[in-house]
């Protein structure tokens, strides 16, 4: 098994079990009503049922994982020639590591979401603490960082098949 490979099954599990502890626990966290908007002197404008954040984040992860599980598992059973990638030639003799390739991006995808969807629950759950003020510019590293993250991913796919089958050997 690769490095790359390796990393993205690390990472996969790891963004799971991190959603499901950010899930947890930020739920517990909670008060009833979860504050999700503020205006400009940190009061809230806009609060959201705490069940109802809960279901939301299990409905996103859910349709996630099996989405994006299922899209890969099926974009497996496509042609070689109807794929539209560089390189189509030199990958078309190579579709054992061209599905390889593309089942450790759609695992890299599911990755990013449950990463982002994790981070973005306990970013609610300490704006939404009793114990602590509320300085919403502790948080502004979320939006960057998500960002970065999906354009990473992303990106990666056509480099990937910008480079010959054998050079990542």
Do not use: C
Not at 62 to 90: C, E, S, Y
Not at 93 to 110: G, I, Y
Not at 111 to 122: D, K, P
């Amino acid at each position: 098994m690769k490095a790359g490979t390796f990393f993205v099954r690390v990472w996969r599990v790891m963004s799971i079990v991190g959603f499901l502890l950010a899930l947890f626990s930020s739920y517990i966290s909670y008060p009833d009503e979860v504050t999700v908007r503020f205006d400009e002197l940190n009061h809230p404008i806009q609060t959201i049922n705490r069940e109802t954040i809960f279901y939301l984040a299990i409905a996103i992860f859910l349709i996630n994982n099996t989405l994006v599980n299922v899209i890969g598992r099926l974009f497996l059973r496509v042609p070689t020639d109807q794929i539209p990638m560089p390189n189509q030639d030199i990958w078309s003799a190579h579709r054992p590591k061209l599905n390889n390739v593309f089942k450790t991006w759609f695992s890299l995808l599911m990755s990013s979401v449950n990463t982002i969807l994790g981070l973005g629950l306990l970013v609610l759950s300490f704006l939404n603490r009793a114990d602590r003020p509320i300085r919403t510019i502790e948080y502004a590293w979320l939006l960057p960082l998500s960002t970065v993250i999906l354009i990473s991913v992303l990106a990666s796919l056509p480099i990937r098949l910008f480079m010959k089958p054998g050079s990542d050997d």
